[in-house]
Structure formats: C-alpha cells, structure tokens
C-alpha cells in the first residue's frame, strides 16, 4: 500500500475525533490528510516601510529619480533593473543605479496586443504579457532589446489575461485570468527559458493579484489570489517542478497587491489599504508530517516514504 497526497477519492473515512481523513480510489493507494486551518499565519508579523524596503526590489523602486525610469513600472529581484511600458508597447529599461540610468528603449512588437504585465529577471531581460494572451522575453545586449521569444498561455483558446509575470534566473511565471465573469479558477503557467516547456496549475481564487518566485533557485513559485478586487487575498505557494502546494496558504492583504517578494526564507507582501507582512517560510515538511501521525513513526512508515526513497537510510524518526 502505498500513501499519496492526492487521489480521485472513491471512499473516506474520518477518525473519532474528526482531525484525520483517509480517501482511498483506484489500485492500492491511499491519501491521509490532517483536518486543520486552511491559512497558516503563525510566522506572519507586521512590518513597517523601512523593513519592506530593506528589499531590494522594493528599494530599488524607491530609490529612483529619473522621470524617465518612473512610472508602472517592474523591478528585478536584485534591484539592479526597472522596465517601465507605456503606450504602443514603447518599452525602457533602466538600472536603477544613480537615481536611474535608461539602458534600452524601444517599441516591442506593438501589433502583439495591450499590455498587461511586465517583468524583468536580474540580468536584465524583460518579460512582457500581453491582452492577446500571449508573454514575451526580450534578452539585452549592449543597450538593445534582442529577439524575443514568446508563448501562448491561453488555455484551449479561451480569452484570458495575463495578469501578472514574475521572472527569476531564467524562470518565467504567468498569472492568468478567465474573462468569464469568474467562472473559472485562475491559472498559473510556469516555464523555463532554457525548456520553453509551459506547465500549469489552477488556484483556488478567480483572479491572481501577484506572483514571485521564492529565491534564486526558482524552485517555489509565491502566489496572490484573490476572487474580489477590495476583498481578501490569499498567498500560496508551489513547487515549480511539481505544481503541487507548499504549506498551507497565507492570509492578511486584501484589495489591491502593492509588493509580493520572495526573499529566500521568506515571503514578504504589502496591499493597497496599508498592511505590510512577513512570512517566514519553512520548507522543511516534518512539523506537518508529524502532525498528521500524532505519534513517533515505526521503521515501516520511514521506509515507506516517498516510494521508499528512505528504506536505504538509518531509521531517524523525526517525530520522536
């Protein structure tokens, strides 16, 4: 028998005391899951400007004082590159160095379509998402914008909108909308510009109000969600390889996403109406794990993890 954490449910049972169900489906698998809050806030805290800013994304913004480099604007994780886009695509990028210094500008593809998102990664390409549902990435080299690649990321055809773009070490993630009167749950499309091999996921909200990845790695892609434009949102995160959840989801912003950072071993965001918060964010499994046995675990259990990934290792129970 082997456990999962996720099947096409064909029975469940519910303990005693309501804290544990198991779902069983097709062949000899089984899925436990701990009946708990669906929001882990116990490392949220309040943070003030000064500590938002000590991000470099967020300072970088901040920092500049060129008109030229201001405006709706995109920062990289490092704060070393802005991209501002106006009208007809004109597109700038600057460095955010001495107040901002303009390095390319140029209009990108003006017949692609409207605007929606941008972003740029830390050595300077841009990644722009279109009204057509269509994002582009433009490399630069010496002042000019190179050629770009681009990538489809409507679903089945249906007419989306790119809502949001993240780009982190070569890493691209998209936030798309249906325009369906919320009728279908959001997307979120991952790729990688070395694969350019999309893969997607659904969140639990109709709209995406932000998105990041967690750190340089680009392995945990930060997700905003939310279903009202002045009501709550919700931060999840995902595994960028296998698209399944990390934790439980994140709560406190609400209305309008003004900052979504990940910064590594955290996870910073502020809205619209004043809140400022940090989430420390653990990626080690064993409290969760451990909550879900309530109890030590026996050599069997630890063999039988992960497909028995762990069978060639000393017993260690985590949970003891």
Same mark, same amino acid.
């Given at each position: 028998?082997r456990? =999962?954490?996720?099947?096409?449910?064909? &029975?469940?049972? #519910?303990?005693?005391?309501?804290?544990?169900?198991?779902?069983?489906?097709?062949?000899?698998?089984?899925?436990?899951?701990?009946v708990?809050?669906?929001?882990?806030?116990? &490392?949220?805290r309040?943070?003030?400007?000064?500590?938002?800013?000590a991000?470099?994304?967020?300072?970088?913004?901040?920092?500049?004082?060129?008109p030229?480099?201001?405006?709706?604007?995109? *920062?990289?994780p490092?704060?070393e590159? +802005?991209?501002?886009?106006g009208d007809?695509?004109? @597109?700038?990028?600057?460095?955010?160095?001495s107040?901002?210094t303009?390095?390319?500008?140029?209009?990108?593809?003006?017949d692609?379509?409207?605007?929606?998102?941008?972003?740029?990664?830390?050595?300077?390409?841009?990644?722009?998402?279109?009204?057509?549902? #269509?994002?582009?990435?433009?490399?630069?080299?010496?002042? @000019?914008?190179? /050629?770009? /690649?681009?990538?489809?990321?409507r679903?089945?055809?249906e007419? #989306?909108?790119?809502?949001?773009?993240?780009?982190?070490?070569?890493? =691209?993630?998209?936030?798309?909308?249906?325009?369906?009167?919320?009728q279908?749950?959001?997307?979120?499309?991952?790729?990688?510009?070395?694969?350019?091999?999309?893969?997607s996921?659904?969140?639990?909200?109709?709209?995406?109000?932000?998105?990041?990845?967690?750190?340089?790695?680009? &392995? *945990? *892609?930060?997700v905003?969600?939310?279903?009202?434009?002045a009501?709550?949102v919700?931060?999840?995160?995902?595994?960028?390889?296998?698209? /399944?959840?990390?934790?439980?989801?994140?709560?406190?912003? &609400?209305?309008?996403?003004?900052?979504?950072?990940?910064?590594?071993?955290?996870? +910073?965001?502020?809205?619209?109406?004043?809140?400022a918060?940090?989430?420390?964010i653990d990626?080690?499994?064993?409290?969760? *794990?451990?909550?879900?046995?309530?109890r030590?675990? @026996?050599?069997?259990e630890?063999?039988?993890?992960?497909?028995?990934? +762990?069978?060639?290792? /000393?017993?260690?129970?985590p949970?003891d």
């Open positions: 028998m456990l =999962v954490d996720e099947i096409g449910a064909q &029975s469940v049972a #519910i303990s005693a005391d309501g804290a544990k169900v198991v779902s069983g489906g097709w062949g000899e698998n089984l899925a436990v899951w701990s708990g809050p669906s929001f882990d806030d116990s &490392s949220r309040v943070i003030d400007d000064d500590e938002l800013r991000s470099p994304s967020v300072a970088a913004q901040a920092a500049v004082t060129n030229q480099c201001q405006g709706t604007v995109a *920062v990289s490092n704060g590159f +802005l991209v501002v886009v007809g695509a004109v @597109t700038r990028l600057c460095s955010t160095d107040g901002g303009q390095l390319a500008l140029a209009r990108l593809n003006p692609a379509g409207d605007v929606t998102a941008s972003a740029v990664d830390d050595d300077g390409a841009v990644a722009l998402g279109r009204a057509s549902g #269509i994002v582009e990435v433009y490399p630069v080299n010496n002042g @000019t914008f190179g /050629r770009g /690649r681009a990538i489809d990321v679903v089945g055809g007419e #989306i909108g790119v809502q949001a773009l993240a780009i982190r070490n070569g890493v =691209v993630v998209a936030g798309i909308g249906f325009a369906d009167g919320g279908t749950p959001a997307r979120v499309v991952v790729w990688s510009l070395a694969r350019m091999e999309p893969t996921f659904a969140i639990d909200q109709h709209a995406v109000a932000g998105v990041a990845l967690l750190d340089d790695q680009a &392995s *945990v *892609v930060v905003a969600g939310r279903d009202d434009t009501g709550p919700t931060v999840q995160l995902w595994d960028a390889a296998s698209r /399944r959840r990390v934790g439980r989801a994140l709560s406190g912003l &609400s209305g309008g996403v003004t900052a979504l950072v990940g910064d590594g071993a955290a996870v +910073l965001g502020a809205d619209s109406v004043g809140h918060y940090s989430w420390d990626r080690d499994p064993t409290r969760d *794990v451990c909550a879900m046995s309530g030590p675990l @026996t050599t069997a630890w063999d039988s993890f992960a497909d028995g990934a +762990l069978d060639r290792y /000393r017993f260690d129970d949970c």
